[in-house]
Each structure stands twice: as structure tokens, then as C-alpha cells.
């Protein structure tokens, strides 16, 4: 059930989706500074609301400026590229009955394919930096997105067992009785985990650990390009926020309320716990970090889904 | 992980508790006497200047903001004839104040002193000047000290004996 106006369904997408991304600026920041028993921005208009609208300006107004070193065509592709992966993947989100760009039956399988590609952003920004901080950034993005995408495919096989569809849409219907939270625990534990990891959010931002690598991948980067970065990852929270909502928390389901609303709530739930997590983890070594991917995460979502098979299969047979 | 989930939950808890943070200007932040904010010259209690022009400040000053010159009035009693503290330059350490032998020069709790032209900050004799003692009220350097000046001759002062007649210590 594709949007009647397909158009209007992809602006309305694009600016709600992109002025979601320049919000969470002021969103992150307030609630950072909650949880640190601080006020935040809250100078700059209503409740500091107008603060973004400052940070865009200045951003927008940087000096944008290429290192001669750097390899000047990747450099400048790279952060152009995160930015519309995660967009593309915007595509196949059913936010509530009607409102999706394109209802695609391997909606799913587009979704994983489409966040593997925005780590080849990372890893060319940090190529293409010529600098190396910048490589060492990279490299590890490169390992972090390969281990942690494996379990993360793995870990939402079970909910696709359930459903017994790719479709991002018929996964929210099969939800109509029970959340796949519930049967799936594991599955979203995991997935959450690998969400995190692939967003590159702390306590897994390993590839631009500011303490160590200075700023990673994007150390070089300056202006704009800089603050493409930025839109990529803050829209890589988003995504990943959906993705659980349509998941693991039933999507636009739920009583009272207009869909939309219902998805937007469970959305931002998991948007302000992403920033939790921020608040409150520090980050790991990151052999610490690869040990748990490959020794514990994979073999974890490896039975999870071997249970979940074995049930299904007993179940319908 | 029951350790990290734990952390989770007690970050969460923050949300309630006092902030820190102080609204700073509406609310004012409380600064204690002893604060060392802007710096200024006393008066003794009698409304005369207690700088003796002695340089030990300007000699003290770490990053050298303080100039002054001395000179003299009618009676013999020392005074700066400028005195300038450029505030551009100063760090607030405090050490002026320590190295003051009359408790003219004085460091008070009060920090805003922002401009818009950096000349600004260079303040002379009359910004510096307050109409007061400030920290040592009953204080005043000329009645104890044993320097003669006009008015006041040599054993005067408070608690000073009467100068030796050196002619009486002969053998």
C-alpha cells in the first residue's frame, strides 16, 4: 500500500526526517546535559530552540576547506555518501498505513544492504584524508561495521521468521497480537547493540574516539562536509530508532492515538535512549570491542535464531 | 552487563536531581570576601591615599600590569602622582595585594569588568580609587608607621617611643 501522492509522501519524508536530524542537535544536547545535572542551551529563543538554528548558520558559514594532501574527488564524495544511504533507507519505513515512500517486498534486506554501504563513507573519508588519524579512524570503522553487521543481520532473522516477510510493512502486521519483543528479546538486545555499533554512537564511536584519534574519519574535515557527517549519524539514530520501532514495538500499532503519533513516541523513546547510553557508558577497548562481536554477539544471535527456527518450525508443522 | 545496566539506570535517575548550573545573570553566583576579582585603592580612615608609592605591586606583578610613579606633596608624605593596572594584562593572582605593606591596593569579589575596546580596560588612579578603607577599616599606615612627615615628627606614632638621643649612648 504505497502512497497514493508518492511525491508529497517524499518531501514530507525528506524535511521531517532532515529537520528531525538538526533538532536532535538541541535534543542531545539538552538531555546531556539532564543527565549531567546541567541546564544545557537554553538561551537562544524558546527553551533554547533557536539554537540549532545558530549552529546551522555558523556551520553553514565555516570555512570549508580541502587539505592539499587529501585525494580531493573521494574527499569531497565521502560525506555526501553516508548522508544518502541512510536517506535511502528512509524509503522503505512504514511510519504509519499510507505514508511510505516505496513498499518494497525485500524492504528489510534494502535497509541492511543500504547501511552497509554508508561505511564505505567512513572508511574513503578516512582514505582520502591522507592523515593517520584519519586512516587509523577508518580502519577501525571498516572492522566495526564488518563484525557487528554480521550479527545484526542474524539477530533480525528471527523477527523475519516470525513474520514470514522482508516486507518492512506486513512485520509491523504480523505485530497486531504481540510485539516481537516479547518472543524476540534476544533479537532486539542484539540488535539494539549492533544499532549502536553501526551508527557509530558512543559508547561504540571507536572509529572518531575523540580521546585517541583525535576525531577519526573526519579530523580533516571542516564546514559542511563536517557537518554532512553529522546529519549521517544523527540520521543513523534515527533509522536505527525506526528500525526497532518496526521491529521489536509494533510500528504505528497502537490504541487511541493516531499511527503517526504512536510511531513517533516509541521513536523517540529509543532516540533518547541511544543518548542515554551516551551519557552513561564509557567506551571500550577496541579489542574489547571485537572479542565481544565475533566471541559473544555472534554465537548469541547464531542460537537465537536457531531457537526461534526450531519454534517456528515445530509450531506451524 | 548487570553493572552497565545499573549505570544506565542511575544516569537516568539524574534527571531529578538539583542542577548546578547557575542562571548567571539573573541569578548571581555567591562570591566570597576573599574573592579576587577586580582590583582597587583604598583610602585610610582619615580620606587620605594609603599608596605610598613604594612598587613593590608593580615589582610583584607577574605579567607586569601595574605602573605607577611616586612623588611627594607638601608635607613629605609619598603618593602615586598615576597609577595605572591594565586589566587586559592582569591574571588576578593576588599577589599585589600581598606585597602591599599599607593594604592600599585590594583584590574585591567582583568580575564584571567587561568591555567592548580593549583601551578600556586600562584603568587610572580615579577608576581604581574607592571612597573607603575596604578590607582594614581602623587601618591607617602614616599614624604607626615611624616615618616623619609634615605634622607628625619622629615618635609620634602609635605605640612608638621617643626617639634615642644617641648623644646619651656614648661611653
Known sequence: MTSPYPIVAI???????????????????????????????????????????????????????????????VFIVAPAVIVVTVLM??????????????????????????????????????????????????????????????????????VVLLAGSFNLTEIVAAQRHVWFVVPQFLGFILFLIAGVAETRRLPFDLPEAESELIAGFHSEY???????????????????SCLITILFFGGWLGPVLPPVVWFLIKMMFFICFFILLRAALPRPRFDQLMSWGWKVMLPLALANLLVTGAVALAWRS | MLSMIRTLWYVLLHMFHKRVTVQYPEEKPYLAPRYRGRIILSL????????????LCAAACPVDCIALQATEDATGRRYPEFFRINFSRCIFCGFCEEAC???????????????????????EKKDLLINGPGKYPGYNFWRVSGVQIGGKDKGEAEHEGRPVDLHSLLP
Do not use: H
Not at chain 1, 538538526?22 to 545535572?37: F, K, T
Not at chain 1, 571542516?222 to 536505527?240: Q, R, T
Not at chain 2, 580620606?47 to 612598587?55: F, T
Not at chain 2, 605593606?101 to 584603568?123: G, K
Open chain 1, 11 to 73: 518531501i514530507g519524508i525528506l524535511v521531517v526526517a532532515l529537520t528531525l536530524a538538526a533538532g536532535l542537535i538541541w535534543v542531545e544536547r539538552r538531555l546531556l546535559a539532564l543527565w549531567q545535572d546541567r541546564y544545557g542551551p537554553n538561551r537562544v529563543g524558546p527553551f533554547g530552540l533557536l539554537q540549532v538554528l545558530a549552529d546551522m548558520i555558523k556551520i553553514f558559514f565555516k570555512e570549508d576547506w580541502i587539505p592539499p594532501f587529501a585525494d580531493k574527488v
Open chain 1, 89 to 158: 533507507s528512509f524509503a522503505v519505513l512504514p511510519i504509519a498505513p499510507g505514508i511510505i515512500i516505496s513498499d518494497l517486498n525485500v524492504g528489510l534486506l534494502f535497509v541492511l544492504g543500504m547501511s552497509s554501504l554508508g561505511v564505505y563513507s567512513v572508511v574513503l573519508a578516512g582514505w582520502s584524508s591522507d592523515n593517520k588519524y584519519a586512516l587509523l579512524g577508518g580502519l577501525r570503522a571498516a572492522a566495526q561495521m564488518m563484525s557487528y553487521e554480521v550479527f545484526m543481520g542474524l539477530a533480525l532473522m528471527g
Open chain 1, 222 to 240: 571542516s564546514g559542511m562536509k563536517f557537518g554532512m557527517f553529522f546529519v549521517g549519524e544523527y540520521l543513523g539514530v534515527i533509522l536505527i
Open chain 2, 44 to 55: 585610610d580612615p582619615d580620606g587620605g591615599e594609603r599608596c605610598v608609592a613604594c612598587y
Open chain 2, 101 to 123: 605593606p599599607t593594604y592600599a591596593i585590594q583584590l574585591t569579589p567582583d568580575f564584571e569588568m567587561s568591555e567592548y575596546q580593549r583601551p578600556n580596560l586600562v584603568y
